[in-house]
Every structure is written in structure tokens, then in C-alpha cells.
């Protein structure tokens, strides 16, 4: 079982940066490839960006070159740094971990970027 919390989510202008974290407890972070999905206002759920226990990382078309995903095995926690952030970047960011066909999921955290 793994316990997700993510934070650092907030309001931002357009063109601006933001950097979400998430934490895992629960032990085996290292196995678990480690994913950013977000979920805007009447949209499905996405695919932002993964990191694999492997590591190697994998991103949306619409966020290449402006978003980065890292991780820090011994911290058991990965980050989303996002920047030149456009309005269409608006909504809830949740954290993922999957191993196996195990998934877990973490609260979520609100980013809104005004125009």
C-alpha cells in the first residue's frame, strides 16, 4: 500500500512557473514508476508525464520542452516542475504510483493559470 500527498499547487499568471511535489510513504518507491495525470472542468483524466522505477521519463505532447518530471528515490518523493504555463495547463494534478498493475493515487492539487 502506498499513501500519496501531493502539494505546491496555486495560481499563476500565464508564462509563469510552478513546481508540485509528491510524497510517498509506504514503503517500495524505488519499484514504482511514478506518474503526474491532471483533470481539467469536464475533461478525462490525462497523462502529464512518468518516471519509471527504470528511469526513464515520459511526457504529453502539449507539455514537452515546458515541464519536467524528477524523482529522489531516498527522499521517496517526485516533482512536476512546470513553467511557461499556458491557461489550457488549468486543472487538478494528481500523483500516481503503479507497479505490477497496482495503482495508487493522491489527493490532488489545484494549479490555475490566468490569461
Known amino acids: 500500500q502506498v499513501q500519496l500527498v501531493e502539494s505546491g499547487g496555486g495560481l499563476v499568471q500565464a508564462g509563469g512557473s510552478l513546481g508540485l511535489s509528491c510524497a510517498a510513504s509506504?514503503?517500495?518507491?524505488?519499484?514504482?514508476?511514478m506518474g503526474w495525470y491532471r483533470q481539467a472542468p469536464g475533461k478525462q483524466r490525462e497523462l502529464v508525464a512518468l518516471f519509471t522505477r527504470g528511469g526513464g521519463t515520459t511526457y504529453a505532447d502539449s507539455v514537452k520542452g515546458r515541464f519536467t518530471v524528477s524523482r529522489d528515490n531516498a527522499k521517496n518523493t517526485v516533482w512536476l516542475q512546470m513553467s511557461s504555463l499556458k491557461p489550457e495547463d488549468t486543472a487538478v494534478y494528481y500523483c500516481?504510483?503503479?507497479?505490477?498493475?497496482?495503482?495508487?493515487w493522491g489527493q490532488g492539487t489545484q494549479v490555475t493559470v490566468s490569461s
Open positions: 500516481n504510483a503503479e507497479r505490477f498493475g497496482s495503482i495508487y
Open positions: 509506504g514503503g517500495g518507491f524505488r519499484l514504482y514508476t
